[in-house]
Every structure is written in C-alpha cells, then in structure tokens.
C-alpha cells in the first residue's frame, strides 16, 4: 500500500513539474543575471548596481529572483539577498548606511529583490525593509559563526 502509494506521489510530483514547465516556459532557463557566486566586494556589488541600471536587464535580474522555490516571504528575502552578496560584503553594508558602511536602502538591488518579492508574496514594504534590515545586522554574526566551525573542523 505504501509503495503505491509513493508512487502516485512521484507521479503526481513529475505531472505538476511538466505542467509548471509548459505554463511558465522559461523558468528553468539559466540565470543570466544573477551572479553565479555571491559578490564577494564592495568594487562588485557597485559593478553589479551600474550593470541593473538598464531596464531589460533589470526586468530579468527580478524575473530570475522571482524563480526561487521559498514559500515564506522572510526566507525568499534572506535566500535573495544570500545569492546576491556574501556574508563579507553584507558586514560592510547596512539599511541606512554609516560613515563606514555603505547605505543599502536606495540601491538598485534592493529595489529589484523588493520588486520580485512584492510580486511573489503581495506583502507590505515594512516586511521587506525588516527582513532585510536584520539580514544586515547580524551579518557579522554569521561571519563569527563560520569561522567557529571552520577552527572547530580543523
């Protein structure tokens, strides 16, 4: 009986994929702006901000942030923002921004994963701005965190 019905799951799964494949078309194609690491520098994430200035590639940098599987709105934030910078860069960025940290708020970047996640979710911009707000500020924490296995592997 468990076998059966294993199976009907597998093949319900496939049909839903091939269904979802036929209706949203290209939404396995590659990603063609989203970076294929994390932007690991400053220098790259202003590189990056000049590159989504033009509107076709700024439209295709939220349809491919759009593609994420995360069903909670926190966590496609979090995920968007942790395909987009590393933890380094996250660590010298903050909401506001400071004399030493670079202002995130009014980036180009923010607006397009604030865009994709209003598209997705339908939720208000406070959700956005503190989901990412504490992205921000426990960036060095995972940071701390890291390297605490890193030492505790060796």
Same mark, same amino acid.
């Given at each position: ?22 209706? #949203?078309?290209? @939404? ?25 200035? +033009? ?10 942030? &759009? ?6 709105? +926190? ?11 590393? $933890? $380094?860069? @996250?660590? %010298? #960025? ?8 670079? #202002? ?20 208000? +911009? !406070? $959700?956005? +701005?503190?989901?990412? %707000?504490?992205?921000? %500020?426990? !960036? &060095? $924490?995972?940071?701390?965190?890291? !390297? ?7």
């Amino acid at each position: 009986m468990l076998g059966r019905l294993t199976s009907e799951v597998v093949s319900l799964t496939t049909e839903v994929a091939s269904i979802k494949a036929k209706v #949203c078309g290209e @939404a396995f194609k590659p990603k063609e702006v989203v970076p294929m690491e994390p932007l690991k520098t400053l220098e790259e994430l202003t590189s990056f901000e000049e590159r989504i200035k +033009d509107e076709k590639v700024f439209k295709s940098f939220v349809i491919e942030l &759009q593609s994420s599987g995360e069903k909670t709105f +926190d966590k496609f934030i979090r995920s968007s923002w942790r395909l987009m910078i590393s $933890d $380094d860069v @996250a660590r %010298q #960025c903050s909401w506001r921004g400071t004399e030493a940290k670079k #202002c995130v708020r009014g980036m180009k970047i923010t607006l397009g994963i604030r865009t994709a996640f209003k598209q997705k979710f339908a939720l208000e +911009d !406070a $959700d956005f +701005d503190r989901t990412t %707000q504490k992205y921000f %500020q426990y !960036a &060095q $924490d995972r940071l701390s965190r890291s !390297a605490k296995k890193m030492k505790s592997s060796s």
